[in-house]
């Protein structure tokens, strides 16, 4: 099975044409949604999820493209922090990957649609004293 490729250029010398795999502009618009303030992760399938779980990255995990005659519709699937605007970050992911794909490639991104899977809370991190784990020296500092 042949992988999809898209024509970046046409040249009409002899120096012969760009073509860009579907799955490096996946990657493209994966890292652009994941570099927005307010995404944790972006979304994998069930097959992606086991390929990281052996120690694999998967950069274009979360990310669907579709060639259309209009442009390039891409959905992504992220998590989001807790406690941000969905719609904030939501316009912040299309605009981010949109301008990046132009960069990059000159491709027109005609949509991009972001689907929220679910919010990811922060972990709550406390450190522990070892040598005063009942807060003993705060009780007999004051005694003393």
Same mark, same amino acid.
């Given at each position: 099975m042949a992988e999809e490729t898209i024509v970046l250029t046409h040249s009409s010398e002899a120096s012969g044409e760009t073509l860009v795999s579907m799955r490096v502009l996946e990657i493209i618009a994966g890292l652009a949604a994941q570099e927005v303030e307010g995404v944790s992760r972006l979304s994998g399938s069930l097959s992606e999820r086991a390929q990281e779980a052996f120690g694999r990255r998967v950069h274009g995990k979360g990310v669907a493209l579709q060639q259309t005659a209009?442009?390039?519709? !891409?959905?992504?699937? !992220?998590?989001?922090?807790?406690?941000?605007?969905?719609? +904030? !970050?939501?316009?912040?992911?299309?605009?981010? /990957?949109?301008?990046? /794909?132009?960069?990059?490639?000159?491709?027109? !991104?005609?949509?991009?649609?972001?689907? /929220?899977?679910?919010? /990811?809370?922060? +972990?709550?991190?406390?450190s522990v004293d070892v040598n005063n784990l009942f807060g003993e020296e705060s009780d007999t500092e004051g005694t003393k």
């Open positions: 209009d442009g390039l519709t !891409v959905d992504v699937y !992220v998590y989001l922090n807790y406690g941000v605007s969905v719609p +904030k !970050v939501s316009h912040a992911i299309q605009q981010r /990957v949109t301008s990046q /794909v132009a960069a990059m490639t000159e491709l027109q !991104v005609n949509l991009v649609n972001v689907h /929220v899977q679910g919010v /990811v809370s922060q +972990k709550i991190t406390s």
